[in-house]
C-alpha cells in the first residue's frame, strides 16, 4: 500500500512554534531554512534564554525537549520535532517541493552524508570547543569543562574547514551542484567559528569564498546580521 501525502495548502496558515534563541548557531541552521522555503509567516517564535540556562531546566526537558538543546518545532497538533536536520526536512517537505534535502535517491543519500560531516567535523566540534575550552555560556550551564578535549575539538574543526575546503575547490556547494542542507549546516558552523573567534585559515580559499557568496543569500544574510 502506497502510503497518502497531502500537499502543503498555501492558502491555509497553519501556526508552527519554534523555540529557539537567535543569536544561536544551530537555531540559525531552521531560520535559514524558513528563509529558503519563506516559510517566516507561518512561525510565531518563542525565546529560549540559553544564557541563563532555559534549555537545561526540568520543565522545558519534560515538555518540549529530552535532550535540552535548542530548536524544537512544535506543530499546531501538539507534535514535537527536535533536532535541526528533522526540523529542515520538515520543513522542506511540508508544500511537496523539496529543494534542500534531495528529491532522488542519489542527492538525499549525499545530501544526508555531508549534512552528517558538516555536523560532526564542524559544527558539532566548535560546540565542543565552546562548551569545555571557553567560558561557553557560563557557570549556570557549564557545570562540567575538559578543556584537553575542547581544544582537540577546536583542532578538529580546523580539519573540517580544511575539507571543505577541498570539496568546495571540485563544485559549487557542498553536496553538489545545488545550495542544500549541507550547505546550511556549514554556514551554521562558521557562524559558530566566528562566534568563538575560530578563523578560517587564510589557505581555505574556497571555501571563504564560498562563505562570502552564502552570506549574499537573503536567508543567510539576516542570519548573519542578527548572530553579530
Sequence with gaps: MTASFTPFDPTVRPMMTIYDFPQGPYPARVRIALGEKNLQSRVRFELV????????????????????????LELDDGTLIAECTAISEYLDWLDGNPVLTGTTPRERGLIHMMNKRAELELLDAIS????????????????YQNAEWGLRQ??????????FDSILRVQPFVAG????????????????????????????????????????????????????
Excluded at 577546536?154 to 575539507?163: C, P, Q
Design 177 to 228: 551542484e545545488a545550495f542544500s542542507m549541507a550547505d546550511i549546516t556549514v554556514i551554521g558552523g562558521l557562524i559558530f567559528a566566528g562566534i568563538v573567534k575560530l578563523p578560517v585559515p587564510a589557505q581555505c580559499e574556497a571555501l571563504i569564498a564560498w562563505y562570502a557568496r552564502m552570506c549574499e543569500r537573503p536567508s543567510v544574510k539576516h542570519r548573519i546580521t542578527m548572530s553579530a
Design 128 to 143: 565542543v570547543y565552546f562548551h569545555h575550552a571557553t567560558p561557553g555560556l557560563g557557570p549556570l550551564v557549564e557545570v
Design 49 to 72: 534564554d540559553l544564557l541563563k540556562g532555559e534549555h537545561k531546566q526540568p520543565d522545558f526537558i519534560a515538555s518540549k525537549n529530552y535532550s535540552g538543546t535548542l530548536p524544537v
Design 154 to 163: 577546536r583542532d578538529k574543526a580546523v580539519r573540517g574547514m580544511h575539507y
